[in-house]
């Protein structure tokens, strides 16, 4: 696997880490919806996630990461749409599928 691959995968792992360090254990909905410093690094997060997503499509359209592209369109719709950002849409992101994509990417990272 390329280097700069790896970086790119390193920066997600860093994100998804981030983000899950900002939550913390308890992860409560409540608290990130009426907290906007919280919930704008969490989307500063999602944008990295995102943009490192898609620079290694770029360098390697092949690259087993699942939901790539949706990925990559959330990164859009943060950056683009930021006045319709869903903070409900956000939370299932993060509870239900930063998870999987971090794991995805530790595999990946071991390569």
């Known amino acids: 696997m390329k280097r700069e691959i790896k970086k790119y995968l390193y920066d997600?792992?860093?994100s998804i880490d981030s983000i899950f360090e900002y939550l913390g254990d308890?992860?409560?909905?409540f608290e990130y919806q009426n907290n906007k410093?919280?919930?704008r690094a969490v989307e500063r997060e999602i944008e990295i996630i995102g943009e490192a997503t898609n620079r290694i499509l770029k360098i390697d359209s092949n690259i087993n990461i699942e939901n790539s592209r949706?990925?990559?369109?959330t990164?859009?719709?943060v950056i683009h749409g930021y006045d319709k950002v869903d903070n409900v849409v956000i939370w299932g992101i993060i509870t239900k599928h930063?998870?999987?994509l971090k794991a995805e990417v530790e595999e990946l990272l071991l390569n």
């Open 12 to 14: 997600i792992k860093v």
């Open 26 to 29: 308890e992860r409560n909905f």
């Open 37 to 39: 410093l919280l919930r």
């Open 70 to 73: 949706q990925i990559v369109d």
């Open 75 to 77: 990164r859009n719709w």
């Open 98 to 100: 930063l998870p999987k």
